[in-house]
């Protein structure tokens, strides 16, 4: 069986590193789906959840909130500012951190403000999403 060695990594530590079958992230024009010897690529990568199938068939959830991406033929490699293991997530922390990005964007008092809210709700949107998609898995 062919793998490919996955590292998750963010501003603070490595999330995650081992071998994998097959890697699914959320690319910025799309899904994106990696198997072992992927042609090489670099993109950046929005927020939402990274799903790692093991080589036994047992799945690892990541949330990460953007990053960039790089595959190589024997390896994917995961790097964001913000990155949550799928058990590490937490639903009252998630809520109350959107509802503070949406009383964000409705006071915002100009355009920088206001953009600085949309993606702070942007990715908050995400990590509930992927929050649901982890418990949902479980």
Avoid: C, W
Avoid at 36 to 50: D, Q
Avoid at 63 to 75: S, T, Y
């Amino acid at each position: 069986m062919n793998t490919i060695h996955v590292d998750v990594v963010s501003a603070e530590e490595s999330i995650f590193s081992g071998e994998a079958r097959f890697v699914a992230l959320p690319g910025e024009a799309g899904e994106l789906g990696i198997y072992a010897r992927h042609t090489p690529l670099i993109t950046r990568i929005k927020p939402g959840s990274v799903r790692i199938e093991m080589a036994d068939g047992s799945e690892e959830f990541v949330f990460v909130a953007g990053g960039i991406l790089e595959v190589q033929p024997d390896r994917v490699t995961v790097l964001s500012d913000t990155a949550v293991r799928g058990k590490d997530l937490d639903d009252e922390k998630a809520n109350q951190a959107k509802a503070a990005a949406e009383e964000a964007v409705k006071n915002a008092k100009s355009d920088l403000d206001l953009a600085k809210a949309q993606s702070e709700l942007a990715v908050m949107a995400a990590q509930i999403a992927a929050l649901r998609r982890f418990r949902q898995k479980r």
